[in-house]
């Protein structure tokens, strides 16, 4: 039996982020932003700074931050990649400790109404 937990690839770490953001697959940014990490298969752990490679992935997909699912995956995979142990746990709780991490408890008043609109309060 393995004592050392999965680590899991980048690719792993984006795909939970967007299927908590967007279970249904249709928002059309979220999935952009799935596929152009689909095929990172490289450990989470073995990629220097992982927030400034989910980032920078992001900001091709959505430069203005205009769209609050697009961001708040981005906020959600960086979170999870720091936060491994958590990529289980309840997708509203993922989206609520994401928001406080990423943004400080204060998430654009765009990504905060969306947040809302789910019920998460952040």
Same mark, same amino acid.
Not at 91 to 114: K, M, T
């Given at each position: 039996?393995? +004592?050392?937990?999965?680590?899991? +690839?980048?690719?792993?770490?984006?795909? =939970?982020? +967007?299927?908590?953001?967007? $279970?249904?697959? =249709?928002?059309?940014?979220?999935?952009q *932003? *799935?596929?152009?990490?689909? /095929?990172?298969?490289?450990?989470? +752990?073995?990629?220097?700074?992982?927030?400034?490679?989910?980032?920078?992935?992001?900001?091709?997909?959505?430069?203005?931050?205009?769209?609050?699912?697009?961001?708040?995956?981005?906020?959600? &995979?960086?979170?999870?990649?720091?936060?491994?142990?958590?990529m289980?746990?309840? $997708?509203?709780?993922?989206?609520? *400790? &994401?928001?406080?991490?990423?943004? /400080?408890?204060?998430?654009?008043?765009?990504?905060? &109404?969306? *947040?809302?609109?789910?019920?998460?309060?952040?």
């Open positions: 039996m393995p +004592t050392d937990p999965h680590v899991p +690839t980048l690719a792993e770490v984006v795909h =939970r982020a +967007t299927e908590i953001v967007d $279970p249904s697959g =249709r928002d059309d940014g979220v999935s *932003l *799935l596929a152009r990490f689909e /095929d990172r298969d490289e450990p989470i +752990t073995a990629i220097d700074d992982p927030e400034q490679v989910i980032y920078e992935g992001k900001g091709a997909i959505d430069p203005q931050d205009d769209e609050p699912p697009v961001t708040m995956a981005a906020a959600a &995979a960086v979170y999870l990649a720091h936060r491994r142990d958590e289980p746990d309840s $997708p509203d709780e993922v989206l609520r *400790l &994401a928001a406080r991490a990423e943004f /400080d408890g204060h998430p654009p008043e765009n990504v905060a &109404a969306w *947040l809302a609109e789910r019920g998460i309060h952040v």
